[in-house]
């Protein structure tokens, strides 16, 4: 287990190896380690907290193993974590403004994913707002056509106008104001 801020605000690490039994890392255990290029996770690790990862401003790119979320409250936007099963914890990679590439191994790792950056949400309506538009997001060969378009939609949701984001609040583009269903 990798504790609680355990590498918070070390700048200065460049690289990090992580234990091949790790299973655990805690809250904000590696926030704000600006010069980390690279986090390779092993594949036992189950639990990522809360914050884990947030500010790592240079990560370029990040697995998130199988053994992440395997449980049916993953699958459900509706029902909430509990801790002490596999999750994926809220803004663990928040302002993480480099990834270009997230791979995602756990076909069941749906809205989970949204929630680990900044996120939007309001009724049914979750989007992440804080996936760098250049970044890739790779799905396990088993997840369905389905959830790769509920991805897509949610984050990718573009003004027909601009291009710009919409906003979940009112529907309307970020950059331009015109409403969803704007047409020219
Ligand atoms: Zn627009």
């Known amino acids: 287990m990798i504790g609680k801020s355990a590498f918070s605000c070390c700048t200065k690490l460049q690289s990090i190896q992580l234990s091949s039994s790790l299973i655990t890392i805690e809250y904000a255990a590696f926030a704000f380690c600006s010069s980390v290029k690279t986090i390779i996770l092993p594949a036992l690790v189950s639990n990522i907290g809360a914050h884990a990862f947030k500010h790592c401003e240079c990560l370029k790119e990040i697995t998130i193993p199988a053994s992440i979320c395997t449980t049916q409250y993953c699958m459900n936007k509706y029902s909430y974590i509990q801790p002490d099963k596999n999750y994926l914890g809220d803004y663990a990679f928040e302002n993480c403004y480099s990834l270009r590439l997230?791979?995602?191994?756990?076909?069941?790792?749906?809205?989970?994913?949204?929630?680990?950056?900044?996120?939007?949400?309001?009724?049914?309506?979750?989007?992440?707002?804080?996936?760098?538009?250049?970044?890739?997001?790779?799905f396990s060969k088993t997840t369905s056509q389905r959830d790769k378009q509920i991805y897509d939609w949610m984050i990718n949701h573009r003004c027909r106008h601009c291009g710009g984001k919409i906003g979940v609040w009112n529907e309307k583009c970020k950059s331009c104001g015109k409403s969803k269903d704007y047409k020219d």
């Open 102 to 138: 997230i791979i995602v191994e756990n076909p069941l790792l749906a809205y989970q994913l949204i929630k680990s950056f900044d996120y939007e949400y309001n009724r049914s309506i979750r989007r992440a707002v804080g996936i760098p538009d250049a970044t890739k997001i790779e």
